[in-house]
């Protein structure tokens, strides 16, 4: 930034986004002054490197914005039957063993249609299940056996 930018020459990008073209890191300095902003390297390029005239305190305040919110985990999804077959059981869990693995937080949802309502105690055992299948990588965020869902977030 400013004065400690090693190339003679510049690419130069001013406060308004404006491409200036290529020219010497000296007068690049110098127009970022007159404007009270800074000259701060973006892009490191071959011949020239390119160069922006932005406030930097506001610049390294946006990359830890962005950064921390790349960072959040996501919440991923999976919906079941309550008479799923062993197979799709197993995919889904390792899916979501993938998941938590990332630092993901996994949603299990049991859906009921038509008589299986009055079978609750089946979908109930499946949570379980799901709980003890996952309980090595991951911990339980929220069980709530009357909606039928289950959050599980990454052990740490």
């Not at 049991?110 to 299986?116: A, D, K, Q, T, Y």
């Amino acid at each position: 930034m400013n004065h400690n930018i090693k190339a003679p020459q510049v690419r130069l990008i001013d406060h308004e986004n404006e491409n200036r073209g290529v020219m010497d890191t000296r007068d690049a300095v110098s127009i970022a002054e007159e404007v009270g902003l800074d000259l701060v390297v973006v892009s490191e390029g071959k011949d020239t490197p390119v160069a922006k005239i932005l406030d930097y305190g506001k610049h390294q305040y946006q990359q830890k914005k962005r950064q921390k919110q790349s960072s959040k985990p996501t919440m991923k999804e999976v919906k079941l039957r309550p008479n799923v077959d062993d197979s799709d059981y197993d995919i889904r869990i390792e899916r979501a063993t993938k998941w938590l693995d990332k630092g993901n937080h996994v949603k299990f949802q049991i859906r009921l249609r038509g008589r299986e309502h009055q079978h609750r105690d089946r979908a109930r055992e499946l949570l379980e299940r799901i709980v003890q299948d996952l309980n090595d990588v991951a911990k339980v965020q929220s069980l709530d056996t009357r909606a039928l869902i289950v959050q599980l977030v990454p052990e740490s």
